[in-house]
């Protein structure tokens, strides 16, 4: 049978991801990865959650043995409402502006449903989280495609493209600016203060929303805390946040906080998707969070990884800091820096080069809807040892060494 005759036009067009392929070889013997962006498993509180869990299948199995609203549970719902009425100051969320999620990853994908069409326009930043450019690729939406400076997007570029938008009559057709706020991934780099304000001023000016992606948010090693820019402007932001990083992303919980017009269609299409999110794991994550202090429990994640950027940063001065033309990123939080090579060198062709020197990175191009700088790589620094991350770093050095030889 010729099967790809049936398939619809995005499936036909979906490719395998790239970070999946190349991660194949990342538990050969002796690789050192920068590649893979996943939580230290050590950091899971599993001893608590494993009695949680007990507790609640055998006291709780009339919940979450069953079949769950689409809205989520209830109980979750007010323990993440308390949350970010405690550390963000957010105290006006009622149910009706929110909806769980089977992690964020399934909200970016139901916000595309939800709110583009072929004909939309989105502004995303380049580089861009990869999971939003293949959620938003699906609808095959027009890009504009906002370059990614140290503090966030660059607002002159988009307001310069919503300009001509508007000349070219198109302006309504733009739905929303995707950003993510603290320490993006892949780039590792935070929007300021100033900047959240500015892109409210032109997000009302424009008259389009803002899709606000944290995940990271509360893995800030250092530097101020920021508003969220759902709090600057409630009526016209989605925001979204995770338990991934903060308690296990093996639980696939996610929530959309937002207006409640929009959540309600982002409810109504997940109903479509999945009827529910899992009762179990929300029941779960909910006792956690009732039960402990989020914020108390990730702070020797937080140290942890505090560490380890700090070694990568010492590690990429003493490998790197003498390639002329090199620049990286310095996260104050988050899992990633984001190095950018001279413009002769292409990280994808270097990659053979480093698998053979045993240490692994992200190219660049994954990361890109339109044509990516090639001289690019994402580099995680959340799972290696600290002398894995010297020795990494020499081994990226000396492929680099020979692929500018070559
Ligand atoms: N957004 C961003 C920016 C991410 O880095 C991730 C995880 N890699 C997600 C969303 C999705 O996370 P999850 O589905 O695990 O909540």
Known sequence: MNYESKLSCVAR???SSIIRELLKVAND????????GVPDPDTFPRHKMAEIAKDIIENE????????????????????IDLLKKYENIDWLNYDNMVITVGSQQALYLIGITLLDEESYCA????????AASAFVQRNPHFINVPLLKDGIDLDYLENELEKLKKEGNIDKFKFTYVVSNFHNPAGVSMGLEKRKKLVELAKKYDFLIIEDDPYGALRFEGEKV??????????TILLNTFSKVLSPGLRLGVVIGPKEIVRRVTMVKQAADLATPSLTQRLAAKFINENDLMEEIKPTIKLYREKKDSMMKAMKKHLGDIKGIDWTYP???????VTLPKEFDTMEMFEIAKKEKVLYIPGVAFYVDEPDKNTMRISFCLPTHEEIDEGMKRLRNSINKYAEQ
Not at 227 to 236: E, G, H, N, Q, V
């Open 332 to 338: 104050e939080g988050g899992l990633f820096t984001w």
């Open 124 to 131: 995303v930043s380049r580089p861009i989280y990869l999971g």
């Open 61 to 80: 199995y009339k919940f979450v043995l069953q079949y769950g609203t689409t809205e989520g549970d209830q109980e979750l719902m007010q323990g993440y």
């Open 227 to 236: 508003d969220t820019i759902y709090s600057l402007a409630p009526d016209r």
């Open 13 to 15: 067009g979906i490719k």
């Open 29 to 36: 013997p002796g690789m050192i990865s920068f590649g893979g």
